[in-house]
């Protein structure tokens, strides 16, 4: 390997960051941390990034074009280089920042999966559940916010699987905006 190779871009690394930025912007909506309770925290900011994120990946991933896989890996690689940095940027030592992106895989990971069934299977009382547990920290029966955002979470699902692969190949994504159900306003 050449010291070319050192400085040379993967493929798909643009547009992953740009689809990654897609997904931090939806995930910063202000519907979010203020009708929905999402606690405006680092776990609570972690939690919506890393919905989207995963929402992201699995319609990357489905894409029948060879393709989709790299990009669903470049949009992951995006996510978790944001990670390294704003920690560092928080001030969390260099020997912990391993330890702590590693956390941070796992749990987004294990968050995937289970929002990633639910979605297959059309279950939003199951994908609900999971939000409960994974983004208000709670278990028991799902509360009407956790109900609104496994709605909001189905919605983005179905605009992604519905947007063309050459424009997320372009780094191009577009997330609905949160739905506010009139009972619910």
Known sequence: MGLSALFRRKP???AGFELYGKAVA???DPWFFGPLG????LDGRFDLVGLHVALLIRRLRKDPDRRGAALAQAVFDAMFADMDIN???MGVSDLSVGKRVRAMWEAFHGRAQAYEAAI??????ALAAALQRNVWRAEGDAT?????LAGQ??????AL?????AALLRGEARFPVPEVPADAA
């Open 26 to 28: 939806a995930a910063r």
């Open 120 to 125: 297959e299977a059309g279950d939003a009382a």
């Open 153 to 158: 979470a189905m919605r983005v699902a179905a």
């Open 87 to 89: 920690l560092r940027e």
């Open 161 to 165: 699987a519905e947007q063309p692969f």
């Open 144 to 148: 009407p916010e956790a109900r609104l």
């Open 12 to 14: 798909h690394e643009r």
């Open 38 to 41: 999402v606690p405006d925290s």
